[in-house]
Protein backbone atom coordinates (compact mmCIF):
# COMPACT_ATOMS: atom_id res chain seq x y z
CA UNK A 1 0.00 0.00 0.00
CA UNK A 2 2.73 2.38 1.15
CA UNK A 3 4.43 1.65 -2.51
CA UNK A 4 1.50 2.70 -4.09
CA UNK A 5 1.22 5.62 -2.86
CA UNK A 6 4.81 6.92 -3.17
CA UNK A 7 4.20 5.75 -6.96
CA UNK A 8 1.11 8.60 -6.61
CA UNK A 9 3.27 11.04 -5.21
CA UNK A 10 5.91 10.81 -7.56
CA UNK A 11 3.79 10.92 -11.06
CA UNK A 12 2.11 14.09 -9.56
CA UNK A 13 5.16 15.84 -9.49
CA UNK A 14 5.54 18.93 -12.51
CA UNK A 15 9.49 19.44 -13.95
CA UNK A 16 9.66 22.85 -15.59
CA UNK A 17 10.84 22.06 -19.28
CA UNK A 18 14.70 22.25 -19.84
CA UNK A 19 15.93 25.92 -21.28
CA UNK A 20 16.54 24.71 -24.70
CA UNK A 21 18.93 27.76 -25.66
CA UNK A 22 20.50 30.88 -24.09
CA UNK A 23 20.18 32.54 -27.43
CA UNK A 24 16.26 31.98 -27.66
CA UNK A 25 14.74 35.49 -27.85
CA UNK A 26 11.08 35.67 -26.10
CA UNK A 27 9.80 38.35 -28.58
CA UNK A 28 9.53 35.83 -31.09
CA UNK A 29 6.58 34.49 -29.23
CA UNK A 30 4.63 37.99 -29.24
CA UNK A 31 2.40 38.64 -32.36
CA UNK A 32 3.11 41.50 -34.37
CA UNK A 33 -0.40 43.15 -33.55
CA UNK A 34 0.90 43.15 -29.65
CA UNK A 35 4.43 44.44 -30.64
CA UNK A 36 2.75 47.36 -32.96
CA UNK A 37 0.06 48.17 -29.42
CA UNK A 38 3.47 48.63 -27.79
CA UNK A 39 5.46 50.68 -30.33
CA UNK A 40 1.93 52.91 -30.34
CA UNK A 41 2.19 53.64 -27.24
CA UNK A 42 5.84 54.72 -27.24
CA UNK A 43 4.93 57.23 -30.26
CA UNK A 44 7.94 59.61 -29.73
CA UNK A 45 9.87 59.03 -33.02
CA UNK A 46 13.00 59.10 -31.41
CA UNK A 47 12.44 56.02 -29.47
CA UNK A 48 10.93 54.49 -31.95
CA UNK A 49 14.25 55.09 -33.99
CA UNK A 50 16.24 53.26 -31.17
CA UNK A 51 13.84 50.58 -31.35
CA UNK A 52 14.69 49.93 -35.23
CA UNK A 53 18.08 49.11 -34.43
CA UNK A 54 17.10 46.42 -31.92
CA UNK A 55 16.30 43.43 -34.66
CA UNK A 56 15.44 42.93 -37.99
CA UNK A 57 11.81 42.35 -37.09
CA UNK A 58 11.71 45.65 -35.05
CA UNK A 59 13.06 47.39 -38.06
CA UNK A 60 10.42 45.76 -40.56
CA UNK A 61 7.60 46.61 -37.68
CA UNK A 62 7.96 50.18 -36.77
CA UNK A 63 7.58 51.75 -40.25
CA UNK A 64 3.88 50.20 -39.79
CA UNK A 65 3.15 52.67 -36.17
CA UNK A 66 0.32 54.92 -36.46
CA UNK A 67 0.58 56.90 -33.81
CA UNK A 68 3.82 59.19 -33.91
CA UNK A 69 4.84 61.94 -31.90
CA UNK A 70 7.68 64.26 -33.61
CA UNK A 71 9.55 66.65 -31.04
CA UNK A 72 11.49 69.34 -32.47
CA UNK A 73 14.98 70.28 -30.82
CA UNK A 74 16.39 72.80 -32.03
CA UNK A 75 16.31 75.57 -34.16
CA UNK A 76 19.62 75.74 -35.94
CA UNK A 77 21.36 79.05 -37.48
CA UNK A 78 24.30 79.91 -39.16
CA UNK A 79 23.79 83.51 -38.98
CA UNK A 80 20.15 85.80 -38.28
CA UNK A 81 22.19 89.19 -39.75
CA UNK A 82 25.27 90.10 -41.45
CA UNK A 83 26.28 93.60 -40.29
CA UNK A 84 25.63 94.86 -43.61
CA UNK A 85 22.21 93.98 -43.99
CA UNK A 86 21.73 95.00 -40.24
CA UNK A 87 23.22 98.89 -41.06
CA UNK A 88 21.08 99.00 -44.64
CA UNK A 89 17.75 97.39 -42.97
CA UNK A 90 17.98 100.09 -39.96
CA UNK A 91 18.50 102.98 -42.78
CA UNK A 92 15.64 102.28 -44.88
CA UNK A 93 13.49 101.33 -41.35
CA UNK A 94 14.17 105.67 -41.16
CA UNK A 95 12.19 106.40 -44.01
CA UNK A 96 9.55 104.40 -43.83
CA UNK A 97 5.97 105.83 -43.14
CA UNK A 98 4.45 105.48 -39.43
CA UNK A 99 2.45 102.86 -40.67
CA UNK A 100 5.10 100.79 -41.29
CA UNK A 101 6.08 101.48 -37.84
CA UNK A 102 2.61 100.33 -36.55
CA UNK A 103 3.39 97.11 -38.88
CA UNK A 104 6.60 96.36 -37.10
CA UNK A 105 4.84 97.00 -33.67
CA UNK A 106 2.59 93.67 -34.34
CA UNK A 107 5.05 91.53 -35.97
CA UNK A 108 8.48 92.51 -34.32
CA UNK A 109 8.20 90.06 -32.24
CA UNK A 110 7.31 87.55 -34.25
CA UNK A 111 9.43 87.48 -37.02
CA UNK A 112 12.44 86.40 -36.25
CA UNK A 113 10.44 82.69 -35.41
CA UNK A 114 8.54 83.02 -38.79
CA UNK A 115 11.75 82.96 -40.42
CA UNK A 116 13.28 79.94 -38.77
CA UNK A 117 9.88 78.26 -38.56
CA UNK A 118 10.07 78.56 -42.86
CA UNK A 119 12.69 76.00 -42.98
CA UNK A 120 11.35 73.26 -40.33
CA UNK A 121 9.70 71.21 -42.01
CA UNK A 122 12.08 70.84 -45.32
CA UNK A 123 15.14 70.46 -47.34
CA UNK A 124 17.52 73.16 -45.85
CA UNK A 125 17.84 76.17 -48.11
CA UNK A 126 20.21 79.09 -47.86
CA UNK A 127 19.30 82.43 -47.97
CA UNK A 128 21.35 84.67 -50.39
CA UNK A 129 23.62 86.11 -47.95
CA UNK A 130 24.78 82.40 -46.98
CA UNK A 131 22.92 82.06 -43.63
CA UNK A 132 20.39 79.66 -42.99
CA UNK A 133 18.01 78.51 -40.55
CA UNK A 134 15.97 75.30 -40.20
CA UNK A 135 14.01 73.19 -36.98
CA UNK A 136 15.19 69.49 -36.45
CA UNK A 137 15.31 66.65 -34.91
CA UNK A 138 18.37 65.23 -33.47
CA UNK A 139 19.94 61.86 -35.01
CA UNK A 140 18.10 59.03 -32.55
CA UNK A 141 21.93 57.78 -31.01
CA UNK A 142 22.92 61.74 -30.14
CA UNK A 143 22.42 63.06 -26.72
CA UNK A 144 20.60 66.69 -26.44
CA UNK A 145 22.39 69.66 -26.36
CA UNK A 146 22.94 73.02 -27.55
CA UNK A 147 22.15 73.76 -31.09
CA UNK A 148 26.11 74.75 -31.79
CA UNK A 149 27.62 72.24 -29.87
CA UNK A 150 25.57 69.95 -31.99
CA UNK A 151 27.01 71.09 -35.05
CA UNK A 152 30.68 71.38 -33.67
CA UNK A 153 30.62 67.83 -33.08
CA UNK A 154 29.23 66.80 -36.31
CA UNK A 155 26.05 65.15 -35.14
CA UNK A 156 23.15 64.99 -37.67
CA UNK A 157 19.92 67.10 -37.94
CA UNK A 158 17.23 65.73 -39.91
CA UNK A 159 13.88 67.75 -40.77
CA UNK A 160 10.45 66.47 -39.67
CA UNK A 161 9.64 65.60 -43.33
CA UNK A 162 13.20 63.43 -43.77
CA UNK A 163 12.45 61.54 -39.71
CA UNK A 164 8.87 60.11 -41.05
CA UNK A 165 9.40 59.18 -44.84
CA UNK A 166 10.00 55.68 -43.81
CA UNK A 167 6.65 55.96 -41.72
CA UNK A 168 4.11 54.46 -44.20
CA UNK A 169 0.81 54.24 -42.06
CA UNK A 170 0.63 57.22 -39.91
CA UNK A 171 -2.76 57.70 -39.28
CA UNK A 172 -2.30 60.54 -35.91
CA UNK A 173 0.44 62.85 -35.96
CA UNK A 174 1.62 65.07 -33.06
CA UNK A 175 4.74 67.86 -33.70
CA UNK A 176 6.13 69.45 -30.91
CA UNK A 177 8.07 72.80 -31.73
CA UNK A 178 10.46 73.71 -28.74
CA UNK A 179 8.85 76.81 -28.19
CA UNK A 180 5.93 79.14 -29.20
CA UNK A 181 6.73 81.91 -32.06
CA UNK A 182 5.46 84.80 -30.47
CA UNK A 183 7.44 86.70 -27.92
CA UNK A 184 4.99 87.77 -25.52
CA UNK A 185 6.27 89.65 -21.81
CA UNK A 186 6.51 87.87 -18.54
CA UNK A 187 3.64 87.23 -16.80
CA UNK A 188 1.47 87.65 -20.03
CA UNK A 189 -0.95 85.11 -20.90
CA UNK A 190 -1.87 84.37 -24.60
CA UNK A 191 -2.90 81.15 -26.17
CA UNK A 192 -4.44 80.00 -29.47
CA UNK A 193 -6.02 77.13 -31.08
CA UNK A 194 -7.00 77.27 -34.78
CA UNK A 195 -8.38 74.85 -37.23
CA UNK A 196 -7.40 74.83 -40.89
CA UNK A 197 -8.71 72.89 -43.90
CA UNK A 198 -7.38 74.30 -47.08
CA UNK A 199 -7.91 77.65 -45.66
CA UNK A 200 -8.80 78.48 -42.06
CA UNK A 201 -11.93 76.95 -40.45
CA UNK A 202 -11.73 78.66 -37.29
CA UNK A 203 -9.17 80.10 -33.95
CA UNK A 204 -9.66 81.07 -30.73
CA UNK A 205 -7.66 83.37 -29.04
CA UNK A 206 -7.21 83.26 -24.93
CA UNK A 207 -5.45 86.29 -23.53
CA UNK A 208 -4.53 88.25 -20.02
CA UNK A 209 -2.32 91.33 -19.44
CA UNK A 210 -1.62 89.41 -16.17
CA UNK A 211 -2.08 85.91 -14.14
CA UNK A 212 -2.39 85.69 -10.73
CA UNK A 213 -2.31 82.82 -8.76
CA UNK A 214 -3.32 81.92 -5.30
CA UNK A 215 -1.18 82.06 -2.93
CA UNK A 216 0.04 83.98 0.13
CA UNK A 217 0.02 87.29 -1.23
CA UNK A 218 -3.58 88.35 -2.34
CA UNK A 219 -4.81 89.15 -5.47
CA UNK A 220 -5.94 92.71 -4.15
CA UNK A 221 -2.62 93.57 -2.61
CA UNK A 222 -1.13 93.06 -6.14
CA UNK A 223 -0.65 96.15 -8.11
CA UNK A 224 -2.32 96.25 -11.89
CA UNK A 225 0.47 97.61 -14.00
CA UNK A 226 -2.00 99.27 -16.63
CA UNK A 227 -0.95 97.07 -19.48
CA UNK A 228 -4.11 95.76 -20.59
CA UNK A 229 -5.21 99.82 -21.28
CA UNK A 230 -6.77 100.59 -17.45
CA UNK A 231 -5.37 102.46 -14.77
CA UNK A 232 -3.90 101.15 -11.68
CA UNK A 233 -6.21 103.63 -9.69
CA UNK A 234 -9.37 102.63 -11.78
CA UNK A 235 -11.05 100.18 -9.38
CA UNK A 236 -14.34 101.00 -9.66
CA UNK A 237 -14.52 99.66 -12.76
CA UNK A 238 -13.37 96.41 -11.86
CA UNK A 239 -15.90 96.15 -8.70
CA UNK A 240 -18.90 97.81 -10.72
CA UNK A 241 -18.36 95.23 -13.48
CA UNK A 242 -21.77 94.86 -15.65
CA UNK A 243 -20.58 93.18 -18.63
CA UNK A 244 -19.46 96.46 -20.52
CA UNK A 245 -16.07 97.35 -21.96
CA UNK A 246 -15.20 100.51 -20.02
CA UNK A 247 -13.78 103.57 -21.83
CA UNK A 248 -10.28 102.63 -21.15
CA UNK A 249 -9.92 100.29 -23.01
CA UNK A 250 -10.46 102.18 -26.07
CA UNK A 251 -8.19 105.32 -25.16
CA UNK A 252 -5.72 103.44 -23.16
CA UNK A 253 -4.00 100.61 -25.14
CA UNK A 254 -6.16 98.36 -24.76
CA UNK A 255 -7.70 97.51 -27.78
CA UNK A 256 -4.69 98.04 -29.58
CA UNK A 257 -2.93 95.31 -27.95
CA UNK A 258 -6.25 92.72 -28.42
CA UNK A 259 -5.52 93.80 -32.45
CA UNK A 260 -1.90 92.43 -31.88
CA UNK A 261 -2.61 89.36 -30.33
CA UNK A 262 -4.95 88.38 -32.94
CA UNK A 263 -2.86 89.73 -36.13
CA UNK A 264 -0.11 87.68 -34.29
CA UNK A 265 -1.62 84.25 -33.67
CA UNK A 266 -3.40 84.41 -37.03
CA UNK A 267 0.15 84.94 -38.74
CA UNK A 268 1.79 81.94 -36.07
CA UNK A 269 -1.36 79.55 -37.43
CA UNK A 270 -1.05 80.18 -41.08
CA UNK A 271 2.48 80.01 -41.08
CA UNK A 272 2.26 76.44 -39.72
CA UNK A 273 -0.26 75.49 -41.70
CA UNK A 274 1.54 76.63 -45.18
CA UNK A 275 4.73 74.42 -43.71
CA UNK A 276 2.67 70.75 -43.33
CA UNK A 277 2.05 70.81 -47.03
CA UNK A 278 4.94 68.39 -47.37
CA UNK A 279 3.55 65.99 -44.78
CA UNK A 280 0.43 66.08 -45.72
CA UNK A 281 0.98 65.72 -49.41
CA UNK A 282 3.18 62.10 -48.48
CA UNK A 283 0.94 60.86 -45.68
CA UNK A 284 -2.40 59.94 -47.30
CA UNK A 285 -3.37 58.05 -44.64
CA UNK A 286 -3.31 60.82 -41.69
CA UNK A 287 -6.81 61.16 -40.02
CA UNK A 288 -5.27 63.39 -37.25
CA UNK A 289 -2.46 66.40 -37.36
CA UNK A 290 -1.61 68.27 -34.20
CA UNK A 291 1.32 71.17 -34.56
CA UNK A 292 2.00 72.95 -31.08
CA UNK A 293 4.77 74.09 -29.19
CA UNK A 294 6.27 72.81 -25.82
CA UNK A 295 5.08 76.29 -24.52
CA UNK A 296 1.47 75.28 -24.84
CA UNK A 297 0.93 78.86 -26.74
CA UNK A 298 -0.75 77.88 -30.08
CA UNK A 299 -2.19 74.72 -31.14
CA UNK A 300 -2.91 73.67 -34.82
CA UNK A 301 -5.55 71.04 -35.29
CA UNK A 302 -6.59 69.56 -38.81
CA UNK A 303 -8.56 66.07 -38.67
CA UNK A 304 -9.10 63.38 -41.28
CA UNK A 305 -11.73 65.48 -43.87
CA UNK A 306 -9.78 69.14 -43.22
CA UNK A 307 -6.51 67.19 -44.70
CA UNK A 308 -8.36 65.62 -47.58
CA UNK A 309 -9.66 69.08 -48.62
CA UNK A 310 -6.36 70.45 -48.58
CA UNK A 311 -5.22 67.88 -50.89
CA UNK A 312 -7.81 68.23 -53.15
CA UNK A 313 -8.21 72.54 -52.93
CA UNK A 314 -4.62 73.70 -53.25
CA UNK A 315 -4.10 76.45 -50.35
CA UNK A 316 -3.45 80.17 -51.26
CA UNK A 317 -0.65 81.37 -50.23
CA UNK A 318 0.10 85.06 -49.28
CA UNK A 319 2.29 86.93 -51.34
CA UNK A 320 4.33 88.54 -48.50
CA UNK A 321 5.75 85.53 -46.64
CA UNK A 322 5.38 82.20 -46.63
CA UNK A 323 1.77 81.13 -44.91
CA UNK A 324 -1.35 80.62 -45.88
CA UNK A 325 -3.87 83.24 -46.89
CA UNK A 326 -5.74 84.45 -43.72
CA UNK A 327 -9.38 85.01 -45.39
CA UNK A 328 -11.74 88.08 -44.54
CA UNK A 329 -12.89 87.61 -41.02
CA UNK A 330 -16.07 88.02 -38.76
CA UNK A 331 -14.73 88.17 -34.57
CA UNK A 332 -16.72 87.58 -31.43
CA UNK A 333 -14.79 89.17 -28.77
CA UNK A 334 -14.94 89.15 -24.89
CA UNK A 335 -13.94 91.02 -22.07
CA UNK A 336 -13.24 91.00 -18.37
CA UNK A 337 -11.40 93.55 -16.80
CA UNK A 338 -10.98 90.79 -13.68
CA UNK A 339 -11.60 87.52 -14.10
CA UNK A 340 -11.78 84.92 -11.18
CA UNK A 341 -11.62 80.94 -12.06
CA UNK A 342 -13.11 78.27 -9.35
CA UNK A 343 -9.28 77.31 -8.33
CA UNK A 344 -8.53 80.63 -7.38
CA UNK A 345 -6.61 81.54 -10.67
CA UNK A 346 -7.34 85.42 -11.41
CA UNK A 347 -6.78 86.64 -15.12
CA UNK A 348 -6.38 90.49 -15.23
CA UNK A 349 -7.81 92.24 -18.54
CA UNK A 350 -9.17 88.70 -19.87
CA UNK A 351 -10.00 88.48 -23.65
CA UNK A 352 -11.24 85.59 -25.72
CA UNK A 353 -10.99 86.15 -29.15
CA UNK A 354 -13.20 83.35 -31.69
CA UNK A 355 -13.10 84.20 -35.53
CA UNK A 356 -14.50 82.26 -38.08
CA UNK A 357 -14.40 83.12 -42.04
CA UNK A 358 -16.77 85.62 -43.43
CA UNK A 359 -17.38 84.14 -46.64
CA UNK A 360 -19.55 81.03 -44.58
CA UNK A 361 -22.82 79.69 -45.82
CA UNK A 362 -25.80 81.84 -43.94
CA UNK A 363 -26.96 78.65 -42.58
CA UNK A 364 -23.50 77.62 -41.13
CA UNK A 365 -23.20 81.25 -39.32
CA UNK A 366 -26.73 80.20 -37.72
CA UNK A 367 -25.16 76.99 -36.34
CA UNK A 368 -22.55 78.38 -35.12
CA UNK A 369 -23.96 81.25 -33.00
CA UNK A 370 -25.82 78.48 -31.36
CA UNK A 371 -23.30 76.74 -30.37
CA UNK A 372 -20.51 77.65 -28.87
CA UNK A 373 -18.94 74.26 -27.99
CA UNK A 374 -16.39 74.58 -30.46
CA UNK A 375 -15.25 77.87 -28.19
CA UNK A 376 -15.26 76.85 -24.48
CA UNK A 377 -13.51 73.44 -26.14
CA UNK A 378 -10.28 74.95 -27.19
CA UNK A 379 -8.57 75.42 -24.42
CA UNK A 380 -7.70 73.01 -21.51
CA UNK A 381 -8.02 73.26 -18.20
CA UNK A 382 -8.24 75.48 -15.90
CA UNK A 383 -8.26 78.08 -18.97
CA UNK A 384 -11.19 75.60 -20.85
CA UNK A 385 -13.14 77.47 -17.30
CA UNK A 386 -12.16 80.79 -18.43
CA UNK A 387 -13.51 81.12 -22.11
CA UNK A 388 -17.01 79.38 -20.90
CA UNK A 389 -17.39 82.21 -18.32
CA UNK A 390 -16.18 84.77 -20.42
CA UNK A 391 -19.11 83.51 -23.53
CA UNK A 392 -21.52 84.44 -20.76
CA UNK A 393 -20.17 88.01 -21.15
CA UNK A 394 -21.56 90.71 -23.21
CA UNK A 395 -20.54 90.28 -27.17
CA UNK A 396 -18.48 92.84 -29.41
CA UNK A 397 -18.70 91.87 -33.38
CA UNK A 398 -15.35 92.91 -35.43
CA UNK A 399 -14.60 92.49 -39.09
CA UNK A 400 -11.13 92.01 -40.35
CA UNK A 401 -9.79 91.84 -44.07
CA UNK A 402 -7.88 89.36 -45.78
CA UNK A 403 -3.81 89.54 -45.12
Avoid at 167 to 182: D, K, M, T, Y
Wanted: hydrophobic content about 35%; aromatic content about 6%.
Amino acid sequence: MSSVRSDLTFSSRVYPEPYSSVDDDHFDRLPDSLLLLVFNKIGDVKALGRCCVVSRRFHSLVPQVDNVVVRVDCVISDDDSSPSSASSSSSSDKSRAPFSALFRLVLGGIVKPLQALGQFLGPNRRSPNGSHSALSVDDPDSSAADSNSLDQSGVTHHSPTQVLKNFNEIRFLRIELPSGELGIDDGVLLKWRADFGSTLDNCVILGASSVIHPGPTKASLLPDTGSDGLCATNNAAVTEDNGSIPDSFYTNGGLKLRVVWTISSLIAASARHYLLQPIISEHKTLDSLVLTDADGQGVLHMNRDQLEELRVKPLSASSASKRTLVPALNMRLWYAPQLELPDGVVLKGATLVAIRPSEQSLTAKKEVSSDLSWISTAFEEPYGTAAKMLVKRRTYCLEMNSF
